[in-house]
C-alpha cells in the first residue's frame, strides 16, 4: 500500500523532552491521528537481546533503535529496499505484513521477516564491514521499537505552535547520516543553522 510520509524535526524550541533534538518519518496523519518513528535516537540494546520466544533476533553487532515511547515492546523493521537489493537480499514485495511507504522505503511489524533480513545481512559481512564508525550509515535497515502516535489533530496542533518543522523529503538523511548528526542536517536542509537565525527561517515559512 502506498502511503504519502514526510520527515519532520523537533524545533529548537521544543518543550518535550522526549522529543528534544529529534527528527520523525511520520507514517501518517489524518482524522484518527498521527504515527510515525523517531530516527536519530538509537538504543542501548542490542539484537542479541532481544528475543522471539527462546531465541534472540539477531547478533550483537546491531542494536536497537528508539522509535517513540508507544508500545516500546513492539519492534518494526524499516528498509531501504534498493539498498537490499543491490546486497542481493531477498524479500517479498507483495507480502501483505510489509507496507510500502515512499521511495524504496518499506516497513514490517513481522518477526519472522524481520528476522530473515537481519541474517542474510550479517552472513554476508567482512570484518571491515564491521567497523562501528561508518557501520550504521551502510545498513539497509534499522531495527526500531516502540512508535510515536498523536491523537486526532494533536500534531497539527504541535506544529501550529512550532515545535515541529516539515522539511524536504531526502531519503539519504534516513540511511546515511549519523545519529548525532541528523537533526542538525534536517534544520540545515531549511536554513537553519543555529538557534540564533531559526525565528527568521520559520517565519519566512509560514509567510
Excluded at 518494526?76 to 537490499?84: A, E, G, I, P, V
Excluded at 545481512?121 to 521499537?145: N, W
Amino acid at each position: 500500500m502506498q502511503h504519502k510520509v514526510r520527515l519532520i524535526a523537533s524545533s529548537p524550541n521544543m518543550l518535550d523532552a522526549i522529543f528534544r533534538e529529534t527528527v520523525i518519518l511520520l507514517l501518517e496523519n489524518d482524522q484518527y491521528g498521527a504515527f510515525g518513528f523517531v530516527l536519530n535516537k538509537p538504543r542501548d540494546l542490542n539484537l542479541d537481546e532481544v528475543y522471539l520466544g527462546e531465541k534472540s533476533l539477531g547478533p550483537a553487532i546491531y542494536n536497537a533503535w528508539y522509535g517513540g515511547p508507544v508500545d516500546e515492546q513492539r519492534g518494526f523493521l524499516l528498509c531501504d529496499t534498493h539498498k537490499l537489493n543491490e546486497l542481493g537480499i531477498e524479500w517479498n514485495e507483495s507480502d501483505e505484513d510489509q507496507l510500502t511507504i515512499r521511495e524504496g522505503i518499506i516497513t514490517t511489524a513481522n518477526p519472522m521477516i524481520t528476522e530473515d533480513i537481519i541474517w542474510q545481512h550479517f552472513e554476508q559481512l567482512t570484518e571491515a564491514d564491521k567497523d562501528l564508525d561508518r557501520f550504521v550509515t551502510t545498513l539497509p535497515f534499522r531495527f526500531i521499537l516502540g512508535y510515536s502516535g498523536w491523537s486526532a489533530e494533536q500534531l497539527d496542533k504541535e506544529v501550529a505552535e512550532g515545535w515541529w518543522i516539515e522539511i524536504p523529503w531526502d531519503k539519504s538523511l534516513i540511511f546515511s547520516i549519523s545519529p548525532q548528526n541528523m537533526w542538525q542536517e534536517a534544520l540545515k536542509s531549511i536554513g537553519i543553522t543555529s538557534v540564533g537565525n531559526y525565528i527568521s527561517v520559520t517565519s519566512e515559512l509560514l509567510q
